[in-house]
């Protein structure tokens, strides 16, 4: 069955950066868009962008770009997002979400990152 | 952007009841739109695609409709395991965005 394992909680200090990731199994990585969504305490739903692990094509929400960076491992059928600068805004609960047969149907568990000093 | 403007942002009802949420596109989107059940600490589940499409496993208490840039989500009986958030997703245009969400309660 399909699966997104999401990696653990994050505490990191402000300014600095973090690299989540969201490893999937149970269909072909290669040949579905990942998508990355922010949730922000208490807040809604942003979508930050996709990657296409078969070729590493990404898709930036504009919002984000030069916050985030999408990469794929196809050995280790891995995305990833890296999460630069932070700041206090930043404190979120990251998912990843695959389109496997319709766009956004299977999603990680969330990792939530929290930006303190 | 897109706007989507969802409404309410709060609802509370009771079991049986006849519940619809709404999203107001600010430009054409056609039915690219996705509507999204998500429960307190759980990663959001799709109920319905391209606006009227029940998503696999989705009771069928579930609808969606469109009217325009209207698009709603109707619960028809409202049951106690729907309560939780809703939120819309446009993809017609680039950035995707989302609505604001709804938190539906029990009364």
């Known amino acids: 069955q399909v699966q997104l394992q999401q990696s653990g909680t994050e505490l990191v200090k402000p300014a600095s950066s973090v690299k989540i990731s969201c490893k999937a199994s149970g269909y072909t990585f290669t040949s579905n868009y990942m998508h990355w969504i922010r949730q922000q305490p208490g807040n809604g739903l942003e979508w930050i962008g996709w990657i296409f692990p078969g070729n590493g094509n990404t898709k930036y929400n504009q919002k984000f770009d030069g916050k985030a960076t999408l990469t794929a491992d196809k050995s280790s059928s891995t995305a990833y997002m890296q999460l630069s600068s932070l700041t206090s805004e930043d404190s979120a609960v990251y998912f990843c979400?695959?389109?496997?047969?319709?766009?956004?149907?299977?999603w990680g568990q969330g990792v939530m990152v929290t930006v303190s000093s | 952007d897109i706007q989507m403007t969802q409404s309410p942002s709060s609802m509370s009802a009771s079991l049986g009841d006849r519940v619809t949420i709404t999203c107001q596109a600010s430009q054409d989107i056609g039915n690219n739109l996705i509507w999204f059940q998500q429960k307190p600490g759980k990663s959001p589940r799709p109920m319905i695609y391209y606006a009227t499409n029940l998503a696999n496993g989705v009771p069928s208490r579930f609808s969606g409709s469109r009217s325009g840039s209207d698009y709603s989500l109707t619960i028809s009986s409202l049951e106690s395991e729907d309560m939780a958030d809703y939120h819309c997703?446009?993809?017609?245009?680039?950035?995707?965005?989302f609505g604001g969400g709804t938190k539906l309660e029990l009364k």
């Open positions: 997703l446009q993809y017609k245009q680039y950035p995707w965005t």
């Open positions: 979400a695959a389109a496997i047969s319709n766009y956004f149907d299977y």
